[in-house]
């Protein structure tokens, strides 16, 4: 896909895709490793979309709070 045509797709289909090309046989050859930051308001479903996708792709999911870093940091 072009970068301009994933604008217009859901924020859960962009995610999926991501995913799913790490799923793809010939990604291991590369050593691929996808890391995500998802951004939004308090309460906007940030966490739920991630669970959802990591779920649907069969994908396990660690979960860290930044809080909890900086706890064990102090």
Do not use: M, W
Request: with cysteine; glycine share 6%.
């Amino acid at each position: 896909l072009f970068p301009y045509t994933t604008l217009f797709r859901s924020p859960a289909a962009r995610l999926f895709e991501y995913i799913a090309a790490l799923q793809n046989p010939g990604a291991s050859e590369y050593d691929l490793h996808l890391t995500v930051l998802v951004k939004g308001a308090r309460g906007s479903g940030k966490r739920a979309l991630v669970r959802s996708v990591a779920r649907q792709s069969g994908f396990h999911l660690l979960e860290v709070r930044a809080f909890s870093l900086c706890a064990l940091v102090a």
